[in-house]
């Protein structure tokens, strides 16, 4: 299985991405783990990345691309993999197609697990509660929110648009959700 993970901050997405690769036997590949692994490692690529973020700044696309770019082509993801945060928009959508296509594979699913704004809400203030993070306050996530719904609403047009889009109700017990998420994507 080659898809993409979608979602709202807060509906799942990392603890669905885990399972998922390990009932498919793919690597989870979260574009955090990959600016990490790159700044860490002091790569050409890590070393941009890092001067954006130190700035504060959005890493741009063409340096998240060849990052992502990079990461597919690594013997674990061969077989298949499992993309969470990428793509963030309809131009790396259209770049990771021609990542794809010069890997000699196709995308087979863009997965969106959908989610109730207010209860996403409440698992956001709960996650921040527990881990601390003071400025995770209810106008700030509703903000987060807000801004993930209009920008991601032209990258799952996009895949609709190609016939890739497959969604799920991310709400409920987390064994439930990835039951939902084994049976849509199997009957893909």
Known sequence: MRAVLLGPPGAGKGTQAARLAERFGIPAI???????????????????????????????????????????????????????????????????DTMLSDLGVRLDAAI??????????KRLLKRAQIEGREDDTEPVIRKRLEIYATSTAPLTAYFEGRGLLVQVDGMGDVDDVTARLIAAVDSE
């Open 30 to 96: 979260s574009t955090g783990d990959i600016f990490r692994a790159n700044v860490k490692g002091g790569t050409e690529l890590g070393r941009a990345a890092q001067e954006y973020m130190s700035a504060g700044a959005l890493v741009p696309d063409e340096v998240t691309n060849a990052m992502v770019r990079d990461r597919l082509a690594q013997d674990d993801a061969r077989k298949g993999f499992l993309l969470d945060g990428y793509p963030r928009n309809p131009d790396q959508g259209v770049e990771l």
């Open 112 to 121: 969106e697990i959908t989610a109730d704004i207010d209860e996403v809400t």
